[in-house]
């Protein structure tokens, strides 16, 4: 049977602020993507999503949309954008965008008519509503502090994230095809589809009520009321039906849809899904969920087995009904070397390229996060004034309000959105050669030593084992199993490891990682053929006995 091309791609993410700037300001931009897609071909890339380029007072960095039309001046032009996508075509690169339509930015036109004119159609579009006493009810927005937010008298209107991101109200049919317009025009330009913001958040309870507070601050969280609430799939279906269907390339879509229940997976990325794949939250929050930043986890105290059972389980619930997205990083988290290597293993070659392998090689489509491919780490955050990041201010503000001491504030601003967006390192020069200005963010001091340049013709770097793990995917004995073949978890009984099979129709292959930094003893489950990847040159095989050396990782054929 065909499968869409999207099954067997290797994606990239680029967070444009952060990539590559061209023109001095200090701010990555279109054309310095343009001059750096020669890096993503050589890194065997099929498909970049580019995080929002629209027009946008940036107060969340893009994700406040004044005109979905526009390119922001700050990144280009659109006929830039044009250009990137014909200049990436040409090195065998699609181009999907962030399609960012929960909300968009209070100096978007609609909510400016929807301010100056209660009575007209705009307002509509939006969450109005008028409450005597203060908020209209006691939801927590995402960024902390009331969704509400009052515009004079009695009105209020409704952000389930910052102040400037007004919610769309999708019960509206005209704001709905006005939307699925935007989205028709920008896949006629050429894209090939979209990553999916926040799009769990769409539907909100009708009643809009009150529920018991969850926190000190009286307020509740939105599961179930205006996260993931009954009613959203007529909305997601009619999207698919209505935007996203009809190209002649399959046009590929990955929700951000933290929170899906179990049963409704099916309805996400099954036969006829409402998107191609999703990104599940789990194990990439393994470190913070339910504790905050504040508290978040080092590795030390997760044991591998959390870890391998929370990948696991997402991995067999999407086999059972259909395809998903992995991946370790995003502009959302921290890098991913602190946050799944234990202190101190930061740039352990063996240990980064462990976790490059054991994710890899997943059932689904893989995502690499700018500067993952050469083994970022964080960068260590001196004061909050180095902080750009609206929702890390906000945690910074809420922390202070409850008294917490500087070093716990510190500590949790270690686990800001901004370390993934710290400037990429393309040079071991000024300004690790990403800008020739001031670049936005500082600048990680240890770009003198991880950086593109000097990776690039190292045999040994993190770099060149990044392009085997893509080549093994595409042009190895196992291709077709480590593309589309099935999933299914072994050495279950081994607590240190991280280990699977990839069952393809054509061929098969066995995944193993050692989690341990030390030699480690197992037995094979399975006779192996051949070694297609490993992160040292000797495999130490007899039989089935295999003795793995410290963070060993191994892709053998089956
Ligand atoms: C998820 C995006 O990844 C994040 O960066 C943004 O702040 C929120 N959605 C709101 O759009």
Known sequence: MKQPWWKSAVAYQIYPRSFKDSNGDGIGDIRGIIEKLDHLQELGIDVVWISPLYKSPMDDCGYDISDYYAIDPLFGTN?????????????????????????????HEWFQKALADPNCEEAEYFYFRESKDGPPNNWRSMF????????????????????????????????????????????????????VDAIVH?????????????????????????????????????????????????????????????????????????????????????????????????????????????????????????WTAVYLENHDYSRSVN????????????????????????????????????????????????????????????????????????????????????????????????????????INENHVDINVESQKNDDNSVLAYYKKLVKARKESVVSEALSLGDFEPALLEDGEIIAYKRIGEESKAFVINNYLKEDHKVTLPCDVKSVVVSNYDDVALDGRELTLKPYQAIVFEI
Request: some cysteine.
């Open 202 to 322: 769409i539907k909100k309870e009708e009643s809009l009520a009150s529920h018991p507070a969850d926190g000190d601050d009286g307020m509740c969280g939105l599961q179930g009321w205006a996260r993931n609430t009954p009613g959203i799939n007529d909305f997601l279906a009619e999207m698919r039906d209505k935007a996203f269907t009809g190209y002649d390339a399959e046009c590929m879509t990955v929700a951000e849809a933290p929170g899906v229940a179990l049963e409704d997976l099916k309805y996400y990325v099954g036969d006829n899904g409402f998107f191609s794949m999703l990104f599940d939250f789990t194990y990439s929050e393994i470190n913070f969920w339910g504790l905050g930043w504040e508290n978040a986890r080092m590795k030390e105290d997760i044991p591998t087995t959390e870890l391998r059972d929370s990948i696991f389980k997402h991995m067999e619930d999407a086999q059972k009904v259909g």
């Open 79 to 107: 006929e830039d954008m044009y250009e990137l996508i014909d200049e990436a075509k040409k090195r065998g690169i699609k181009i999907i965008m962030d399609l960012v339509i929960n909300h968009c930015s209070d100096e």
């Open 339 to 442: 946050k799944y290597l234990p202190t101190g293993d930061q740039r352990d070659y063996h240990g980064v390229t462990m976790l490059a392998t054991m994710y890899m090689n997943l059932r689904g489509t893989p995502f690499i996060y700018q500067g993952q491919e050469i083994g970022t780490t964080n960068y260590n955050f001196k004061s909050i004034d180095e902080v750009n990041d609206i929702s890390t201010h906000n945690h910074w503000g809420n922390w202070t309000a409850a008294g917490l001491p500087m070093e716990q504030k510190m500590y949790g601003l270690q686990y800001s959105r901004d370390q993934n967006r710290i400037p990429m390192q393309w040079t071991a020069g000024e300004n690790a050669g990403f800008t020739d200005g001031k670049a936005w963010l500082p």
């Open 144 to 195: 902390g502090g009331s969704v509400w937010e009052n515009v004079g008298g009695d009105r209020y209107y409704m952000h389930l994230f910052g102040k400037k991101q007004p919610d769309l109200n999708w019960e509206n049919p005209k704001l709905r095809e006005k939307l699925y317009e935007n989205i028709r025009w920008w896949l006629d330009r050429g894209i090939a589809g979209f990553r």
